[in-house]
């Protein structure tokens, strides 16, 4: 079974400051797919960033980057030069690589402060 | 606005109860996808029709039953209501069966409080 684990239910970031999000996960699977989402509240589920577990490369998306440790089974988010628009539920998840379920964390509440 | 459409917005009832829930999915979209979002469990996925088929199930509880429809809309019936079904309900749909979570576009969901 995979278990997905965001440890860090609420935190705050100062406007222009770098915050990093929490994620582990635990899986027997050898290639799969990670991803952070954000759910503002307007409650919609937006991709912030996708990796690919056979990528040794971590992923980044303009603010946004993680650090996979794929033997640690870690996947972190950092947002850079925080923004008020960051503020927002942030959702970790896994998927196989082959197979249409996937799993998620329980969110990170996020409140980037002005 | 992703184009997923999900009625009620809101919706309010009383343990044992039974409600169904609709979703209309984006034009084009084949796969319905259903999600539970609650405080201490985060999302999970319920179950996922394509073309008017069953494709994959999650945690979904016996008392919950879905279906697509032949003009590929969803219902997601919810019966024998109890408090800890109390939960924001996302439908989500997506052109391809795949799953891939950044191929589906969500609705806005439907908040659902049992009393």
């Known amino acids: 079974a995979q278990t997905v684990t965001q440890s860090q239910p609420e935190m705050s970031v100062q406007e222009a400051e770098t915050v990093t999000l929490s994620c582990t996960y635990d899986?027997?699977?050898?290639?799969?797919?990670l991803f952070w989402y954000k759910q503002p509240p307007s409650r919609q589920m937006i991709l912030v960033i996708r990796?690919?577990?056979?990528?040794?490369q971590n992923a980044t998306e303009n603010r946004f980057s993680v650090n996979f440790q794929k033997a640690a089974k870690s996947f972190s988010l950092k947002i850079s030069d925080s923004q008020l628009g960051d503020t927002a539920m942030y959702f970790c998840?896994?998927?196989?690589?082959?197979?249409?379920?996937?799993?998620f964390g329980t969110g990170t509440s996020l409140t980037v402060i002005p | 606005d992703s184009g997923v459409t999900q009625t009620p917005k809101h919706l309010i009832t009383a343990t044992g109860q039974r409600v169904t829930l609709r979703c209309s999915p984006r034009?084009?979209?084949?796969?319905v996808y259903w999600y539970q979002q609650s405080l201490d469990q985060g999302l999970q996925f319920l179950i996922q029709?394509?073309?008017?088929?069953?494709?994959a199930k999650g945690n979904i509880l016996e008392r919950f039953s879905a279906q697509q429809f032949p003009d590929l809309h969803s219902e997601l019936n919810l019966s024998s209501l109890e408090l800890g079904d109390s939960a924001l309900y996302f439908c989500?749909?997506?052109?391809?069966?795949?799953?891939?979570?950044?191929?589906?576009?969500f609705g806005p969901g439907t908040r659902l409080t049992v009393l």
């Open positions: 989500a749909s997506s052109v391809t069966p795949s799953g891939s979570m950044d191929e589906q576009f």
């Open positions: 899986t027997s699977e050898n290639n799969y797919y």
């Open positions: 990796q690919e577990a056979y990528k040794q």
């Open positions: 998840a896994f998927m196989k690589l082959l197979g249409n379920q996937f799993y």
């Open positions: 034009s084009g979209d084949l796969s």
């Open positions: 029709y394509y073309n008017g088929e069953e494709r």
